[in-house]
């Protein structure tokens, strides 16, 4: 019964063998590279590295059997990781400290460069065996451990998506594109080289710090170029700084492509360009650019070819000098240049061909052969011309793969490869009981799962040999640190790369960037570093415009108006100055306006006393005369207290003039309005009192003289009618004696002086009363004038009220008014008014109202005499 049950188990699984065969099995061939040895080892590590550039063309026959492409363009630089990771893993093997029970192997394949290579590799590693067959493992050797690798992150990304369905822990050397730390889609995925984003932020930093605001951008048609110079353009955009430009690299060789990127950096004004591109992309566009002769701009390089050899070619000088750049962490590594050069070129397909390339020979000697005799027709020699001995000294051609002067991506090979070793160490020595799965289980060294290592992996911290640095993971990324890389041109008239400065990207916000400015060597020599700006910044006084349709860096320096200033360069906006402030000539501040006010010591004040002060001396002086004129019948007739409150009013207004002189106060402003508003009440009413009289008298003089005229005329009728009847006598009648008597004293005076005074005293109080009522409810104060003009302060003085100073000067326009209509109706008044003498003689001062009168009465008399009979 055991024998039959031992047969039909061994009958299924032929069956099932036979069955996987024949269903899952690719009918294509693979076509891969690299290094193996896998025999008599415990666990086996994979890698994977772009060895060459490019993968070659196939003919595309479709009728044989498809195998896939072979590859081209062997890269000297990343066939040094390779090395690097053999190196480590036989240093490893010789320790006694880090896996004394464990001998490493390993299974490295060469990608290409290309996304299809590396999914060909990564699909071997899983299936355990030359051809794939997906999802089915059928290895029996040791188990493999991690993947190193697998370049580029447009390769990481590919593989890393086939790894993490099977949790497979994979560790990145040289992949840096942001996108990969999405533990969503990449799981398994840890780098020993920095995020970009971190490359990102010291980038913008770094053209941030040199004042740079018009760059030019260049990537590769990769994730790693994508997401790069994306997170670059967020970083500066957000500070203000426009892209000129922004150019993406061909992945597949395209001359028109790499033409127009040419012509757009020689007619772009960016002097600052930007570059996410790795060496073997960017390698056509160098060329094209050195044809073009393009020099004087400034190239910020990534970390994928700023130490490049292949772009730092002789006759780059003009062109790449001054090339700053960001570098990961660089180390020395004893005993790796030995490995180096310690190589058998007989030893494998990838040796020999790096042998061949290196030394433009072949160590084939049947090959070597044939190519003499087909250049000669007959072999001269007994060695063919062309052969290598496999003796040839690599160290004496100073060939980028044996410089280890700059091991930045070569450190963070050895890196990965130790963290994959550190991890199994502490796989291989979990304690039972105290392990970290479930129920404290540990995992099997010659038989573990995937995602046991994974744990390992991910918790890793060790110390490198030599160096002493720290290596730990966080969310599978290592931290921040870059050298600042200068592309200096020395004596000898080859570049090397000086470090300038370094980024830290775990330090505060201030002490991320150290550079060291005076460390820099520019473009074609220079110390200073280059401007590149769309438009020149707007100095103090301007403002900045914006052109219609172009970005925001290119912009018009527009003068601040009149009245508004800028005080920082590029400021958006004018700032409007206060009230009580203006803009000086270089409308760079705001300085106090000028505070003008009519000054004593102006012209126009000057004047102005002037004329106040004559006018009041004048009128002094006729107020003097008056005085000494006083007992005289004129000063008399006049009334001297009206004549001299006359003359006073006179002297106030003038002087009060003076008053609208010097700084606005408040008692100057209610003093001068009032006391001129007082004065020409007064004066008026003083005129006007006179004026009232002088109409009263002429009214009274004028009804005088129709009632002496009226009694003339019945005296004369009565004497006719007496002459007529031939009566002799002729007796005046009490009634012409009494209008006789009138005439000699009319009525009119007993308007006396008083009734001059009570008049002038009431229209002026009346105004007394109106100014009184204005100071309290609204007297007029002093202001800030400061829109009669823009860069003056007139201080003067506010009336208060225009109602109240319309009444009060208007008030003074209506006592004119009086004045003048009780002088035209007394303009026909004789110039004498006191009686004159019997004799006829005048005394030479005023006559008398009752002139007709006496003239009338001295008729009367003389006819009666003339009438009465003699005796």
Known sequence: MR????????????????????????????????????????????????????????????????????????????????????????????????????????????????ISKA????????????????????????????????????????????LGLYHFPQVSYCSTCSALNNKFQFPTFLRTIPNDLH?????????????????????????????????????????????????????????EAIQSIAQTVVESTAKVIVVFSSDVDLSPLIGELLRHNVTNRTWIASEAWVTSAL????????????????????????GLQHHLLDLDPYADAL????????????????????????????????????LCTGSESVAQLNNTYSDVSQLRITYSVYKAVYAVAHALHNLEHCEDGKGPFVGGSCANITNFEPWQLMYYVKNVRYKMPNTGEEIYFED????????????????????????????????????????????????????????????ENCEPGTRKGIRQGEPVCCFDCIPCADGEISNTTNARECILCTGDDWSNDAHDACVPKIIEFLAFGEPLGITLIAISVFGALVTIAVGVVLIMYIGTPLVKANDALLSFLLLLSLVVTFLCSIVFLGEPQNWSCMTSQVALALGFALCLSCIMGK????????????????????????????????????????????SNINDAAALDKPEVDILTFGHQRAI????????????????????????????????????????????????????DILLALLAFIFAFTARKLEDHFRPKPKDGSSTGTSASLATAATDVNASFASTAIDDQPEN
Not at 479 to 494: H, L, M, P, R, T
Not at 498 to 505: A, E, I, K, R, S
Not at 714 to 720: D, G, L, T
């Open 119 to 162: 999914v060909e590799g990564t699909l071997t590693y899983l299936t355990g065996q030359d051809e794939a067959v997906p999802n089915y493992r059928c290895g029996n050797g040791p188990p493999l451990a991690t993947l190193v690798g697998a370049g580029g992150s447009d390769l990481s990304i590919a593989t890393a998506r086939i």
């Open 760 to 811: 002038a005293a009431v229209a002026t109080l009346i105004q007394v009363v109106a100014c009184t009522v204005w100071l309290i409810i609204l007297p007029p104060h002093p202001v800030k004038n400061t829109f009669a003009q823009n860069v003056k302060i007139i201080l003067e003085c506010d009336e208060g009220s225009v109602v109240f100073i319309c009444c009060i000067f208007g008030y």
């Open 691 to 734: 004026a009232a009289v002088l109409m009263l008298r002429a009214r009274a003089l004028k009804k005088a003289r129709a009632k002496a005229k009226a009694a003339a005329k019945a005296a004369k009728a009565a004497a006719e009618a007496a002459a007529n009847s031939g009566s002799p006598d002729v007796i005046a009648t009490s």
């Open 311 to 334: 772009i730092n070619q002789p006759g780059m000088n003009s062109l790449l000098s001054g090339t700053l750049g960001f570098g990961v962490k660089r180390a020395d590594i004893p």
């Open 476 to 535: 599978g990324d290592i931290q921040a640190f870059y050298d600042i890389i200068n592309w200096q041109v020395s004596d000898n008239g080859e570049i090397s790369y000086v470090t300038v400065g370094h980024y830290n990207g775990s330090a505060a916000a201030e002490e991320k960037m150290h550079i060291r400015n005076e460390s820099i060597v520019w473009n074609n020599g220079e110390l200073e570093p280059p401007r590149s700006v769309c438009s």
């Open 351 to 386: 040796t020999e061909e790096f042998w061949e390339t290196l030394f433009n020979c072949t160590l084939d000697y049947g090959k070597a052969l044939r190519l003499a005799r087909e250049a000669n027709g007959t072999l001269s020699r007994a060695v063919p011309y062309g």
């Open 3 to 114: 024998g039959f049950l031992l047969g039909l188990f061994c009958f299924f699984c032929a069956s099932g063998s036979l069955w996987a065969e024949s269903t899952c099995k690719l009918k294509a061939k693979f076509n891969l590279n690299g290094y193996k040895k896998v025999e008599k080892k415990r666990v086996v590590i994979g890698g994977m590295f772009p060895v060459h550039m490019s993968v070659a063309s196939s003919d595309r026959n479709t009728s044989n059997l498809p195998v896939s492409s072979g590859c081209a363009g062997f890269n000297f630089r990343t066939f040094r990781w390779t090395q690097t990771m053999l190196f480590a893993i036989n240093e490893i093997n010789q320790r006694e400290d880090l896996l004394p029970k464990t001998d490493l192997g390993y299974v490295i394949y060469d990608s290409c460069f290309t």
């Open 199 to 255: 490359q990102s932020k010291a980038m913008a930093q770094l053209v941030l710090h040199f004042g740079w605001t018009w760059v030019g951008t260049i990537a590769a048609a990769d994730d790693y170029g994508k997401y790069g110079i994306k997170d670059f353009k967020e970083q500066v955009e957000e500070a203000g700084v426009c892209i000129s430009f922004s150019e993406t690299l061909p992945k597949v060789s395209s001359p």
